[in-house]
C-alpha cells in the first residue's frame, strides 16, 4: 500500500462522490490537482492506461460533483480514460493493485462496483448501452434518473458510435453525450470526423438563450414535445445558414453544447447543472489534451498511451536493456512487412487506430502512401481491405485478435465469400495479460474455423512467422490468417530466408511411442519444455507434432497420430471449446480413430487479468500444468 502524501489535504477526505459533493464549487481546480498528481504517482510505479486519464480528470469531477451517482448513470467509451473515476468511487486504497492478479480490474465493470455501469473495454459501445439505460429508466418511471455516455478517445470513429446516434435522435430519451475530443485515439486519431471534431463551433451564449427560453415556453404551455423538434430543426436550419456550416448532432435532432474548454472544471460544473434537466438527447463537446498535466505525456500522449514504469519527477521511462533478448512478435511482423513491401509492390498495410502497437508504423514510416491506419472501426478495416484486394492488391490487414471479433461479418461476407486475398493478422492471439477478459484474444480459432475459403495458420516462433507472412502473400493463397501473440518470441537471431511453407502442412518435431502431442502456436514452446521434463523424469516417450495450420487441417499428420497413438494431447492458447482440440477431436471420429484425447487450452469461462505466465498457471497450461496432464497416470 502507497504511503500517503500529506500534500493531498482534499483528496484524502474522498472516499466516494458523496464526499466530493460536500466540496465547494471553489475547491474543484484544487481537488483536480491532487487527483492528477495521485494517478501520476500510482502509474509511475504500477503502470497501466496513463495519459487517456490524465486528460479526463476535470470531466470525472465535474460528473461526479453534478449527478447524482451511482443512481445517475455515467457510461464510460472506453474504460481507459477512467482511472480518475475509480479512484473517487471507493478504490483508491485499492488501486495500487490495478491489473494485477486478483487486484481491481483493468476497466470500469459492474462486477467490481455500482459506479461502473457498463462493461467498457472495446471502444464505441457507450452510446447504445446509455441510450439503452436511458429509455428504461423512462419505462421504469424513474424520471429523476440521468443518465450520461463519455465517449471519446478516438472512439467516436467507431460504426456502433453512430448506429446509437441515429437512434438516439429518434428515440424519446433525455440522454447526454459527452464527447471527450482530445484528436487521438492510442495514435493520433485519423478521419474526416476528427477534423470536422476540430472546426466545429458553436455560441455558449447563444445555447444559454435557447435553453432559458425553451423553459419558459414549455411552462407557459406554448411549447410541447412535438413542436419542439421542429423547432429544433428549424432553428438549426438558421443557425446553418448564418455560420455557413452544418452540425451535424443537430442535423439528427440531438442539441448541441460546445466546444468548451474540458480542463476549466469550475465553469463545465456550471454547464452540466444548466444542462442537466434539459428534455431530449443531448451532445456536450469537449476539447481536452491527452496526458494534462504532465509535459511528456502531452507533448507524446502515443507513446505515453501506456508507457509502463517512470520518474514521475523527471518523466523519464524506467526500461531494461533488451538488447539480449528474443524480439517482439509485433516487431518481427513490422519489419518482416517491410521487408515483403519492398519486393511486392502490391502489397498495403490496413490497421484500425493501432500502428504502433502492431508496429503498422514502420510501414507507414519507409513507405506511407501504402499503409492506411482508418481510426476505430475494425469492420471498416476489413471491408476496406477486401475491395483493395478485389481490385489487385495484397492488404496485410493487422487487428487485434480481440478487436476482430467486431469484424467478423466483414470477414464473412466482403473477403471470405469471394475468397479474396487478404491477409488478416491477428496480433494479441491467445491469453493477453493485464488487459483482461475483454481482451483476450482466445476465440479467433474457434470463430473463424467454420467459415469457408479462409486458411487459418499460427506460427510456433519467429522464424515460422516470417515464413507464414511470405506464403500469405503468394499468388492464389486466398484469404490468409495468421495468429500469434503478445510479447516475445523465443529466437534472438530471428532473421531467416523468406521461404514458402506448404499450406496445411504441419510438422513433426519429434518421435515417441506413448503419447502424441498436438500443438498449434508459440504455446508449442511450452509443451516441449514440458515434453523433454516428462521424458527425463518419468521415462515416457512423447511424439511431438506442430500442427501449424488449423485449417485445412494436416491430414496425414492426423492420420499417423491416431493410428499410432492411444493417447493425444491437444495444446492450443485458444478457447477448448470449438478450438484446435474439437478439430482433432472431429477428425478422429470422422475415421474411426479411438485415441483418448485431452486437450488444454482456455476453459469455458472469462478468464480474469494478470500476467500471461498467472494465466498459463491458471488455465493449465504453463509448463507445469502441461507436465502434469503428461504424466498423468504414470505415477
Known amino acids: 500500500m502507497k504511503t500517503e502524501p500529506t500534500i493531498y489535504s482534499l483528496l484524502n477526505s474522498i472516499s466516494y462522490p458523496e464526499d466530493l459533493r460536500k466540496l465547494s464549487v471553489e475547491q474543484l481546480p484544487e481537488i483536480c490537482k491532487e487527483l492528477r498528481q495521485d494517478i501520476i504517482q500510482e502509474l509511475s510505479c504500477n503502470p497501466g492506461h496513463f495519459a487517456a486519464s490524465l486528460g479526463t480528470v476535470e470531466l470525472t469531477v465535474a460528473l461526479h460533483y453534478v449527478y447524482n451517482t451511482p443512481y445517475d448513470r455515467i457510461v464510460w467509451d472506453v474504460g481507459h480514460q477512467a482511472y480518475g473515476h475509480k479512484m473517487l468511487t471507493g478504490r483508491r486504497e485499492a488501486f495500487c493493485t490495478n491489473r494485477k492478479f486478483k487486484g481491481i480490474r483493468p476497466f470500469p465493470t459492474p462486477v467490481e462496483s455500482d459506479y461502473d455501469t457498463f462493461a467498457c473495454g472495446h471502444a464505441s459501445n457507450s452510446i447504445s448501452a446509455a441510450l439503452g439505460m436511458a429509455v428504461a429508466a423512462a419505462k421504469k418511471g424513474e424520471k429523476d434518473r440521468h443518465v450520461v455516455a463519455v465517449i471519446g478517445d478516438g472512439s467516436m470513429s ?49 445555447n444559454q438563450l435557447r435553453f432559458k427560453a425553451s423553459k419558459m415556453l414549455f411552462k407557459m404551455g406554448v411549447l410541447n414535445e412535438d413542436r419542439r423538434k421542429a423547432l429544433i430543426r428549424f432553428s438549426n436550419s438558421l443557425k446553418s445558414m448564418a455560420a455557413q456550416q452544418q452540425n451535424i448532432f443537430e442535423g439528427m435532432n440531438i442539441r448541441y453544447f460546445g466546444p468548451i474548454n474540458g480542463h476549466d472544471v469550475k465553469n463545465l460544473a456550471r454547464i452540466l447543472r444548466d444542462i442537466k434537466d434539459l428534455k431530449g438527447p443531448k451532445i456536450l463537446h469537449l476539447h481536452t489534451v491527452k496526458g494534462k498535466g504532465f509535459e511528456p505525456a502531452e507533448k507524446d500522449p502515443g507513446i505515453w498511451h501506456a508507457p509502463g514504469r517512470f520518474d514521475p519527477e523527471t518523466g523519464e521511462r524506467i526500461t531494461t536493456d533488451t538488447s539480449n533478448l528474443p524480439p517482439l512478435y509485433q516487431t518481427v511482423f513490422g519489419e518482416t512487412l517491410v521487408e515483403l513491401a519492398e519486393k511486392n509492390p502490391k502489397i498495403v498495410g490496413v490497421t484500425p487506430a493501432m500502428p504502433t502497437g502492431c508496429s503498422m508504423n514502420l510501414l507507414m514510416k519507409s513507405m506511407p502512401d501504402r499503409a492506411f491506419d482508418v481510426g476505430i472501426a475494425e469492420g471498416h478495416a476489413a471491408t476496406f481491405s477486401g475491395g483493395m484486394a478485389k481490385e489487385g492488391m495484397q492488404p496485410f490487414c493487422n487487428i487485434y485478435s480481440s478487436f476482430m471479433q467486431r469484424a467478423y461479418d466483414n470477414v464473412i461476407h466482403d473477403i471470405a465469400l469471394l475468397r479474396l486475398p487478404v491477409v488478416l493478422c491477428l496480433d494479441r492471439a491467445g491469453l493477453v495479460g493485464e488487459d483482461g477478459p475483454t481482451h483476450h484474444g482466445v476465440y479467433d480459432l474457434a470463430y473463424f474455423r467454420p467459415i469457408p475459403n479462409l486458411t ?40 531467416c530466408p523468406l521461404e514458402e511453407v506448404p499450406v496445411g502442412k504441419g510438422r513433426k518435431l519429434k518421435d515417441g511411442k506413448d503419447i502424441a502431442v498436438i500443438t498449434i502456436g508459440p504455446i508449442g514452446n511450452t509443451a516441449a519444455h514440458a515434453i523433454e521434463r516428462a521424458e527425463a523424469e518419468k521415462g515416457l516417450s512423447i511424439a511431438h507434432y506442430d500442427l501449424r495450420f488449423l485449417k485445412p487441417l494436416d491430414e496425414a499428420l492426423l492420420h499417423e497420430a491416431g493410428r499410432n497413438f492411444k493417447r493425444i494431447v491437444t495444446i492450443e492458447d485458444g478457447t477448448r471449446k470449438g478450438g484446435m482440440g474439437s478439430a482433432v477431436l472431429e477428425f478422429m471420429a470422422d475415421n474411426d480413430y479411438t485415441p483418448h484425447v485431452e486437450r488444454i ?25 502441461i507436465y502434469n496432464i503428461l504424466i498423468k497416470n504414470e505415477e
Open 601 to 625: 487450452g482456455v476453459p469455458d469461462a472469462f478468464i480474469e487479468h494478470g500476467t500471461v505466465q498467472e494465466l498459463h498457471r491458471l488455465c493449465g497450461m504453463d509448463e507445469e500444468g
Open 158 to 206: 467507431g460504426g456502433l458510435a453512430f448506429e446509437g446516434l441515429n437512434n438516439a435522435s429518434s428515440t424519446t430519451n433525455n440522454l447526454l453525450i459527452i464527447l471527450n475530443d482530445n484528436d487521438m485515439a492510442i495514435d493520433r486519431s485519423v478521419g474526416g470526423m476528427k477534423q470536422y471534431l476540430f472546426n466545429l463551433t458553436t455560441s455558449n451564449r447563444y
Open 456 to 495: 487459418i495458420s499460427s506460427p510456433m516462433d519467429e522464424h515460422e512467422l516470417r515464413r507464414l507472412m511470405y506464403t500469405a502473400q503468394l499468388p492464389d493463397k486466398g484469404p490468409f490468417v495468421i495468429r500469434y501473440p503478445r510479447g516475445r518470441g523465443v529466437l534472438v537471431d530471428w532473421k
